[in-house]
């Protein structure tokens, strides 16, 4: 149960890292992430195909799989490595084009789940499989285990219509033993802004 509260406290910490975007995507499509002449500067990462995506989480040795549903709504609210919190949680949220993909660095206030700082890279098709590969440093954190810096390496391969029962921002996350839990991501970064003054 360690390495999921960890992996949960992970992924809403590089998650509410993120802003709402309204603009309109830079790019589209399979190959937008994998240009090779993309230009620097600001840009809006790619939708999601709907659906139910399936990830693998590495970090520190440790393998974790977990089952996220996506929809138009939940996309909107999400990025690729998670969920979006408000922007007035995070001082820093930059996400940058370069060749192969995208390149994001932050700095959020989660109230009592503590101050997150991350970076990393994405790469991949946003409508069949995608890779993020990201540090993650967590201090002030309620929950000692998670202050901590990590670095995470996340691949998300579609699978298909979300099943019955799942709804959008649903994760199905695997637990030693076996036995599996279900979170709604988005509920988990509202109760960490709700943490903040």
């Known amino acids: 149960m360690r390495v999921t509260a960890v992996l949960a406290m992970g992924l809403v910490a590089l998650a509410a890292c993120s802003k709402k975007e309204d603009k309109a995507a830079t790019a589209e499509g399979a190959g937008a992430a994998a240009s090779a002449t993309a230009p620097a500067g600001p840009v809006t990462l790619p939708k999601r195909k709907p659906g139910l995506w399936a990830h693998t989480i590495n970090t520190e040795g440790a393998t974790q ?32 084009a370069v060749p192969g993909g995208f390149a994001f660095e932050s700095e959020c206030d989660m109230g009592s789940m503590g101050r997150s700082s991350g970076k990393g890279t994405v790469s991949g098709d946003f409508n069949s499989a995608y890779t993020v590969k990201a540090t993650s440093t967590t201090t002030g954190s309620s929950m000692p285990q998670a202050n901590r810096t990590s670095e995470m390496t996340l691949t998300a391969r579609w699978e298909g219509a979300c099943p019955a029962g799942m709804k959008g921002g649903d994760a199905r996350i695997s637990v030693p033993g076996g036995r ?9 970064t509202a ?3 709700g943490g903040q003054k």
């Open 180 to 188: 599996e839990m279900t979170i709604n991501m988005e509920q988990m």
């Open 65 to 96: 799989t977990m089952k996220l549903c996506i929809d138009a709504d939940t996309d909107a609210k999400m990025t690729i490595w998670g969920q979006a919190a408000s922007k007035e949680m995070c001082a820093k949220n930059v996400v940058t």
């Open 191 to 193: 109760m960490a802004g």
